[in-house]
């Protein structure tokens, strides 16, 4: 997971190298979401050996993250 400098934009992503991703992201070098968010800072991550698991945990992830938009964006 990765986030903005103002923290205000969460990333969630999947990569067999995670230092050559976290390189790409903080030097803008990739076009799309984390270019159009500044999205340069690393904040956690996760090592998984089983890839059913690791897209298992991003749905969630993602579907949680969903969950507290439409939590908040609530009148």
């Known amino acids: 997971m990765s986030n903005?400098?103002?923290?205000?934009?969460?990333?969630?992503?999947?990569?067999?190298?995670?230092?050559?991703?976290?390189?790409q992201h903080k030097n803008r070098l990739l076009p799309g979401f984390t270019s159009r968010y500044?999205?340069?800072?690393?904040?956690?991550?996760?090592r998984f050996f089983y890839p059913d698991?690791?897209?298992r945990e991003k749905k969630r992830s993602k579907a949680g993250d969903a969950a507290?938009?439409?939590?908040?964006?609530?009148?």
């Open 38 to 46: 500044n999205v340069t800072r690393l904040v956690y991550y996760e």
């Open 4 to 23: 903005s400098p103002k923290s205000a934009v969460l990333y969630t992503g999947i990569t067999g190298d995670l230092s050559r991703r976290v390189w």
């Open 53 to 55: 698991l690791l897209l």
């Open 68 to 75: 507290r938009r439409s939590i908040s964006s609530s009148p």
